[in-house]
């Protein structure tokens, strides 16, 4: 039935969903020319707040859950898994008090309306992951970022998309070079779950009904430990969350 009413509902998802992105393009642009940082950013919370309740045209409920009253005066380091282009929108809007930034492709600042405008100025890392001096320059300028600004910064370690679900192991390398330059950066896991399963059959249909989750989970102090066991710390944490923890 999830792929039955896809059918139906996926053409008015993809409706709204690109017509919010060309919609906020122009808004963004005005934003950011003419009155700076700070206005872009709401365009851009506004924006992705659409994005995110776009998923009602799926049937999808939308849960996002934060216990923990995190500090606004220092930097964080979100750590999430990835399953679909769909979790990205909700950790913009429900976090926004944070000014989170993303380590996202290159090849995502070209095309995309609304994503590649935001994603060339709004302060995030645009990295090649053919030229690794480049990546790592350009993560080290964003914790450079952080630190003068207090911002925060996602990172979805798995370094692609889990399409199954299934939690692939975590890469230590732009938490490492992050905390480098951040040392008094918290690290705080997301646990997100069921994103997978809206494009389970492809991109057309989308899945309907599903039951989107995402939810922060407790705090982690790096305390000058070696960024391995903190790394290795966050993956465990959401794997309890996901219940898929290996077993010995």
Request: charged content about 20%.
């Amino acid at each position: 039935m999830n792929k039955f009413f896809g059918y139906i509902f996926s053409p008015i998802f993809y409706l709204f969903f690109f017509l919010t992105l060309i919609i906020f393009q122009p808004i963004q642009w005005v934003s950011y020319r003419l009155f700076g940082y700070k206005a872009h950013k709401t365009s851009v919370d506004i924006l992705n707040f659409f994005l995110t309740y776009c998923d009602l045209f799926l049937g999808s409920s939308i849960t996002f859950r934060n216990d923990h009253d995190l500090p606004l005066n220092r930097p964080i380091i979100f750590v999430a898994n990835h399953q679909s282009m769909y979790d990205i929108p909700a950790l913009i809007w429900f976090l926004r008090r944070y000014h989170v930034k993303f380590i996202s492709k290159i090849e995502l600042t070209k095309g995309i309306p609304s994503i590649s405008f935001n994603l060339k100025y709004g302060g995030g890392a645009n990295i090649d992951r053919k030229d690794s001096k480049q990546a790592i320059s350009e993560i080290i300028k964003l914790g450079r970022r952080m630190k003068e600004n207090t911002w925060s910064t996602m990172i979805f370690p798995e370094g692609t998309r889990a399409k199954d679900g299934k939690l692939k192991s975590f890469q230590v390398g732009g938490i490492a070079t992050l905390l480098k330059v951040v040392p008094n950066a918290l690290i705080v896991p997301v646990a997100i779950e069921n994103s997978w399963k809206l494009v389970q059959y492809g991109s057309f249909p989308l899945s309907f009904g599903e039951r989107l989750r995402w939810t922060v989970l407790n705090p982690i102090e790096p305390d000058r430990r070696n960024p391995e066991i903190v790394t290795l710390e966050a993956e465990n944490a959401i794997r309890t969350k996901l219940n898929q923890v290996i077993q010995a």
